[in-house]
């Protein structure tokens, strides 16, 4: 086999995504594909069925990001400590016998490899990048499957215990509370599994997000929406958030964007959700007590004009409630600042001089910023995101996607999700009357039970054309999935596409 490399010095190595090591088929298809290309490989060694294990997940892996653009790389770590294949979090033991594979693969002309090198202008390290040769993207347009036959393993674990260094925990105890949550997993994931999840408007699957070191491609497929809950320092009551899903990388302006079987979404989230939470463990009610903008002050002057105050004191509150102290603050306030904005540049005798502002404007919960209160928030919104998926994927039988305090659901869903997320906030927290609100722009165009007559009216308000590849993947997927041309939960008067 031969294969024709470009000039390496024109290749876009930054135009990359990490290696998904729980990328698995069981599918015939697949495994013949696997089988045949296992067959070609003269130098491999070792244990058979290990190692095609090993290039199984590699192809696959390859061959998604293929699909999604064919020149996206595979980010591939070569440090032992990157597999663990007794952990119970790597279900399909990768081990870093993996290594092995990826140089047979090299070495016979079936992806090439740039190791881990420094950006000249950057300074910085990275990892190494893989990418199919022309042999094997031939391989790819022959095969006999297609990218919605590829999953995450079904045993892959979704209940995540860290320690203090933010380390798995890798023998951890299956107590009623774990299995119930695995439980309630395993049917979300499954009910997230069997629906088309995608931005509409995107002709090419691949978003570019944030900005300088922080800078990554995004890519949109129906592979990455696995979700699993993250419990911190060793305790089954501290962390516990949700994670996963590509739209939680997702920007807030695209996920606007976002159709679940071709239904239009809204998205809705708390106001100031932790601030009423600390209020509330203080016995005080603050949207019915207070009730005003948490984050506007006035009086702050000697910091750049151009900043956005109001954002910049958010930003810093919010990061103080996470911090164990003021430097701490400082420092994650800027890490999160968006690169090149003059947020980034605040000294900390300045950012100190704002979080004293807040904490006078806020002196009932002053003694909780720079506190690590955030933790102990962290585990109570879980609770409520917990009440929330409880309640769409066992009554509702309708898809919600998280992004820790805002909930995106389909059209329709955003009047039942502002109701489901007072009730959830009450159960948790004993607090009434939370103010939720939409966070898309279009909701109020449209009655709360509109005629099916009116919805056309209103498709322009908010809805453009959906791209070529949304309308062929979302047919294919449908007729691979089976889906039935309206699903059970689509009320007649959301029929919004």
């Known amino acids: 086999m031969t294969s024709n490399n470009s000039d390496t010095n024109n290749i876009n190595y930054m135009n990359s995504r990490p290696l998904d090591v729980h990328t698995w088929s069981d599918y015939s298809e697949v495994n013949d594909f696997v089988d045949e290309i296992y067959l070609l ?46 952990s119970r979090y790597n279900e399909l033991h990768i081990s870093k016998k993996i290594r092995d594979i990826v140089d047979v693969l090299v070495a016979e002309d079936i992806i090439y490899e740039k190791r881990g090198f420094n950006d000249r202008v950057s300074g910085i390290a990275f990892r190494s990048r893989l990418w199919a040769t022309d042999w094997l993207i031939e391989k790819f347009k022959a095969a006999k499957f297609s990218q919605f036959l590829i999953h995450s393993h079904e045993a892959r674990e979704p209940v995540v215990l860290r320690d203090e260094v933010k380390k798995d925990i890798e023998d951890y105890k299956d107590t009623p509370f774990v299995i119930s949550a695995r439980s309630l997993l395993a049917d979300y994931n499954q009910l997230l599994a069997k629906t088309h999840i995608d931005i509409y408007d995107l002709e090419r699957p691949i978003l570019e997000i944030g900005g300088g070191k922080k800078k990554m491609r995004l890519q949109i497929n129906q592979q990455d929406k696995f979700v699993r809950r993250i419990f911190n320092n060793s305790r089954w009551d501290q962390g516990g958030r949700f994670y996963g899903g590509w739209w939680q990388r997702c920007p807030k302006e695209y996920r606007k964007k976002i159709k679940m079987d071709g239904i239009m979404t809204a998205e809705v989230d708390f106001s100031g959700l932790h601030i009423v939470m600390l209020y509330g463990q203080q016995g005080i009610n603050y949207w019915t007590e207070i009730n005003e903008d948490p984050y506007q002050l006035h009086g702050i002057n000697d910091i750049d004009p151009d900043i956005n105050l109001r954002a910049a004191l958010k930003l810093l509150m919010l990061t103080a409630i996470n911090a164990d102290d003021e430097a701490k603050a400082f420092q994650a306030f800027r890490f999160q ?5 003059p947020e980034k540049n605040l000294k ?84 009434t009357h939370p103010v939720v609100e939409h966070t898309t722009d279009y909701f109020d165009t449209i009655e709360d039970e509109p005629h099916p007559s009116d919805t056309k009216q209103h498709e322009g308000s908010y809805s453009a054309k959906p791209s070529k590849r949304h309308q062929k993947e979302l047919g294919l997927f449908q007729e691979f999935k089976a889906k039935p041309d309206r699903e059970s939960w689509v009320p007649e008067w959301s029929m919004v596409y």
Not at 59 to 69: F, G, I, P, Q, T
Not at 337 to 341: F, K, N, Q, S
Request: proline share 3%; hydrophobic share 40%; glycine share 6%.
């Open 41 to 86: 490989l003269k130098s491999i060694k070792g244990h058979k069925k290990g190692n095609k294990r090993l290039l199984k997940v590699l192809l696959l892996d390859l061959y998604v990001a293929w699909c999604a653009e064919p020149e996206l790389k595979i980010m591939f770590s070569r440090d032992n400590n990157a597999y663990k294949a007794k």
């Open 348 to 431: 900390n005798d300045q950012l100190k001089s704002m979080l004293e502002a807040l904490k006078r404007k806020h002196e009932p919960i002053a003694h909780k910023m720079a506190s690590g209160a955030g933790i102990d928030l962290m585990f109570h919104d879980s609770q409520i995101t917990e009440q929330l998926i409880k309640r769409f994927t066992y009554h509702y039988q309708c898809p919600i996607l998280t992004v820790h305090d805002s909930y995106v659901v389909p059209f329709g869903y955003d009047r039942i999700l502002h109701k489901e997320m007072q009730s959830a906030f009450e159960l948790i927290t004993g607090v």
């Open 337 to 341: 600042a968006e690169t090149g904005r």
